[in-house]
Nanobody
Framework: QVFLVESGGGLVQAGGSLRLSCARS????????MGWFRQAPGKEREFVAAISWSGGYTYYANSVKGRFTISRNNAKNTVYLQMNSLKPEDTAVYCCAAKEFYVDTVVPAAGWYDNWGQGTQVTVSS
């Protein structure tokens, strides 16, 4: 069993920054690919970013490329999402997800991941 807990959400003005964290407990963190997804009210859940088990491979949605950065610290069992130049359309509940996958790649699809956190709210005001 893998438990994921997100933190770092909040209210920020457009153009501001936030850093989300996802702390994981359970089995060896370093063998898991990790992803961030978001869901705004009335919209489908969408992929944001993902990172491979080693951190050597990352992948981003076009809508956040160049503004968001995903990273991980396997010693701390934590994955991060640094969000810069935030826009009102980034407002959503952000969830992290995990997939045990010891290959240096990721899949940007929600169905690929096995474990999910509860999410943290990010609100960007205009």
């Amino acid at each position: 069993q893998v438990f994921l807990v997100e933190s770092g959400g909040g209210l920020v003005q457009a153009g501001g920054s936030l850093r989300l964290s996802c702390a994981r407990s359970g089995r060896t963190f370093s063998s898991y690919a990790m992803g961030w997804f978001r869901q705004a009210p009335g919209k489908e859940r969408e992929f944001v970013a993902a990172i491979s088990w080693s951190g050597g491979y990352t992948y981003y949605a076009n809508s956040v490329k160049g503004r968001f950065t995903i990273s991980r610290n396997n010693a701390k069992n934590t994955v991060y999402l640094q969000m810069n130049s935030l826009k009102p359309e980034d407002t959503a509940v952000y969830c992290c997800a995990a997939k045990e996958f010891y290959v240096d790649t990721v899949v940007p699809a929600a169905g690929w991941y096995d474990n999910w956190g509860q999410g943290t709210q990010v609100t960007v005001s205009s």
